[in-house]
């Protein structure tokens, strides 16, 4: 092919590009119009006023620096209609609109372009000249810009997450080249744009401490305690807070900060999305919901005992579970933290370099997922993305990387749930998951396969999954009664998968041994 | 990695392009006459509800609103899509369901569209697969940018089921290709037989089977041509069936088909008449008579290039063809609509053997943006022509192949020998560079900038002219190319 080789990544950054350009018109969610209010919300009110304006539902719950950065945003928007502008328009959508937000995050993308561009060069390339289509910087190339999460959600769906993934990455690709003072700064600014990232925060914590802070291990790679380095701490300490500061200053100055954080964290939602995240408590409500009809059938329940509000009602609130006890947000955070414990306390007590710290948060990110208080299904992409980065490496890792992408795609489908947005979404999917069985098994073909046959079965049983759900369900007398079947069987389903991916994750982190970094 | 994966990668992204491009909003046209779009429901309306001796008629059936004026295939087709009723009987009540609009209506109507997957997207990648030199990337190459041809996703999205024929036609130059004659020449009547415009096209297959017929020996010679009339004059009495008992019925169908009535030329097409109407006012000059005229100049224009077939029915001299008929006739016929220039469209056949100037009247065939800024498509023009360019120019190096031996301009030389020798390839690219920013600064123009009003038509005028005059020399040099040496079948440098 006459292309050469250092100029397939524009190509495949214009591609994607245009190729967002196509969803300008198609479904857009609420997510529009909650980014259009703070739009409006920027622009035309007063810093003092951000954080308490509530006329709309949509109130603003992101960190200051995203506001800051809709601000900016806002300054473009007067010119394609200026109507958006004003915070009375509620659900104000005219195409100047439409086009305007939608090429905002086609534009806002640049930075995820940037970070892919420095995570394909962080990758070990093998020995030997290759096709460009088995290179496994191309290849992470493609799963990173073509990542079919993030067209799904940034694109049809409407939200910045590539921006955000942006800074993530990058952040990730500064460690992997060892300049741990720019991830760090990274990942103080991407905190301060999205507050979420606080979930793969203990990584980074333990990570820089550990192999940081500590400037030489000794022999056998324990800690050496007298190598601690109080500058490199301070230095971290510093960007940290200089970060914040600018974020949050303002706000601290005008005696803000409570109503602040009650905008950022608001506890009063339900356990589950109204759309249940593929993680343990889909699980859980499931098992609950068995046994309590096992129970009455089998006469050891009353039915009159059990709390009346369903689960399956779909309404974000909460709610009790009938037969197993009731869970609280205390008790997932607490979950939560012993999930993710183990990974921390093994990089810190056997550190295994950037791609260790990797690992841990990838676990980080899927513990969470796992286990947290009204996790939405997009939070898996946190766990995909960087994921993507060890499967060009490593064959293990590829084959985790397939189910659990595969997985997390498919529990992404009930987001778009118009027909005529069907055909996109299936396309889509299906050009994600050839490209990413075939490439990946291609880069590592001489090691055998990369999936056990069992896996196999349950990803072919996903496709029945999906043909029932997609096309047979809503044609069947069943749609009536239990309308919200689809969506039960969906994040069953694929909790299972995802459940599998975060053990085998594990295992691949606490039973690896050393990895040893290859010179580039 | 291995090529069904690549290719089924490139379809699926072709259907993406589609659909992303049918999700805009129909632009639904204003009572009492609405749009195409209202065109095609009707004809399902009335081909579900009456009988099919009343298709082309008038007793029950108004012709003056979108009566039928498709041969029969295209009424058959749509009978079968009218199966909507099972869904919605509202959507085709005979004269009760005219203007009718939904979003589920549109739906289904973007949903019918999958005629054009199923018979033009496979034709594209046998096509490819089979009947183009090189690597197996460099075939998948071609068929990517093929399949992304923006004329047909943005045509077909407002104007319905151009894919069909074109699909079918090219099915018929994929069986004379692998040297199927009969399966060819069925294809190809029943590409006639869906739309009439093929018949841009009749000429190329007629004089390529019947030089291959002349080159075999007598025996061959006879059985082969015995053979392509039966099976040509069979496919036709097929489709004609219902309309034979009676011989006023195909009279009056071929009336509707080819309404002589109509006047020289409609809105602003690039073709050379109305080309030449903005310096002297050739339609109200030439009267209805004309016509005769009209057929004269435009079978002096396809001669030479049909006759260079005759003499050497080779599938290159057959492509070439193609080309040069489709342009003759769009440059110089009767009642030519803009969109009729998407016969062109076998200039794709081109894209592997002369990237550079196929890509480049293919483009010029796009810059139909008037049309498109009327059916509401201005940012899937931007981004389709974009894609295209981009990806022909870097996947088949087009812009790498400009030497004089490439572009198989070599009888250039033996014409313009007086000519001081210069740099072929230099020069080509700039008119390239020129051309293209041409296009563009005209296309922004015309989405930015209001026409002055003693000028109402400046725009369109200037985008036809434009046009015109790039399919003009593109109608020119592919003459030029024909009479020139075939390609040596030396292997091209293979640059991985």
Known sequence: ?520 | MQTWSLVSICVLLAIIARWGVSLNSYSAGKPPMFGDYEAQRHWQEVTYNLPIQEYFNTTNNDLNYWGLDYPPLTAYHSWICAYAKTINPEWVELHKSRGYESTQHKLFMRTTLVADLLIYIPAVVLYCLYLTDGSSKKKVSVMFCFLLYPGLILIDYGHFYNGVSLGLALWGILALGLGWDVLGSMAFSLALNYKQMELYHALPFFCYLLGKCIKTGLMGRLFLLVRVGVTVLATFALCWLPFLAEPSQAMQVVRRIFPVARGLFEDKVANTWCSLNTLIKIRSILSGDSQLYLLACTLLAVLPSCIRLLTKPTFWHFKLALVNSSLAFFLFSFQVHEKSILLAAPACLLLNDLPLMALWFLQASTFMLPLFLKDGLLVPYIVTSLGFLFFSIYLLSALDHCSEDKLRLGAYNKLFYWVPKMDLAFIVRWKFYISIAAMVGLSIAAAVLVAPPHLPDLFPVLVSTTAFLHFLGTFIHFNVVQFSEPPSRKSQKKSN
């Open chain 1, 1 to 520: 092919m006459a292309a050469d080789s250092c100029s397939w990544f524009p190509a495949l950054a214009v591609g994607v590009s245009l190729l967002k350009c196509f969803f300008i018109s198609a479904y857009r969610s609420t997510d529009f119009e909650v980014h259009r209010n703070w739009l409006a919300i920027t622009h035309s009110l007063p810093v003092s006023r951000w954080y308490y304006e509530n006329a709309s539902e949509w109130t603003l719950d992101y960190p200051p620096l995203f506001a800051w950065f809709e601000f900016g945003l806002s300054q473009v928007a007067r010119r394609f209609d200026a109507n958006m502008l004003q915070v009375e328009k509620l659900n104000y959508a005219s195409p100047a609109t439409v086009l305007f937000q939608r090429l905002s995050v086609i534009v806002t993308d640049v930075v995820f372009i940037y970070a892919a561009r420095e995570c394909c060069r962080c990758v070990r390339e093998p020995k030997g000249s290759r096709d460009i289509l088995s290179q496994p910087s191309f290849v992470l190339a493609v799963l990173l810009l073509w990542n079919f999460g993030l067209l799904l959600v940034d694109h049809i769906h409407f939200q910045y997450n590539g921006f955000l993934f942006g800074f993530l990455l990058l952040s990730v690709a500064k460690h992997l080249q060892s300049q741990h003072l720019q991830g760090a700064l990274l990942f103080a600014l991407l905190l301060n744009l999205k507050h979420i990232y606080l979930y793969v925060a203990p990584a980074y914590g333990v990570y820089l401490l550990r192999s940081y802070c500590f400037t030489q291990d000794n022999k056998d790679g324990s800690i050496r305690w007298s190598s601690f380095s109080l500058l490199r701490l301070l230095a971290l300490g510093a960007i940290v807070t200089s970060v914040c500061a600018l974020s949050f200053g303002p706000f601290i100055a005008m005696g803000q900060l409570p109503q602040v954080l009650s905008r950022l964290f608001p506890f009063k939602r339900g356990l589950c999305h109204a759309y249940w995240a593929p993680n343990i408590w889909a699980l859980y409500n499931v098992l609950d919901k068995t046994l309590a009809v096992l129970g009455v059938r089998l006469k050891l329940l009353e039915e009159a005992e059990l709390p009346l509000a369903s689960m399956t009602g779909g309404l974000v609130q909460e709610f009790e579970h009938s037969v197993l006890p009731s869970v609280t947000p205390a008790v997932t955070l607490v979950c939560t933290l012993l999930s993710i414990l183990p990974a921390a306390a093994s990089i810190w007590l056997r550190p295994r370099g950037a791609r260790g710290f990797l690992r841990c948060l990838l676990l980080c990110a899927l513990g969470s997922f796992m286990f947290g208080w009204h996790v939405h299904e997009k939070a898996i992409l946190i766990a995909i993305l960087p994921l993507s980065i060890l499967a060009v490496e490593s064959r293990e890792d590829a084959g985790i990387f397939l189910i659990l992408t595969t997985t997390g795609h498919y529990s992404l489908f009930p987001l778009l749930f118009t027909p005529a947005e069907l055909p996109m979404k299936v396309a889509l999917m299906l050009m994600f998951s050839i490209f990413s069985f075939t490439a990946l098994r291609k880069l590592h073909s001489a090691q055998g396969f990369l999936l056990h046959p069992l896996e196999v079965i349950y990803l072919l049983g996903l496709v029945a999954v999906a043909i029932a759900c997609e096309v047979v369900f809503p044609l069947s007398p069943w749609q009536q009664r239990l309308p919200f079947l689809p969506l039960l069987v969906t994040s069953v389903y694929c909790a299972v998968g995802v459940c599998y991916a975060f053990l085998r994750l594990y295992a691949s982190l606490l039973l690896r041994r050393e990895d040893k970094p290859k010179l580039l």
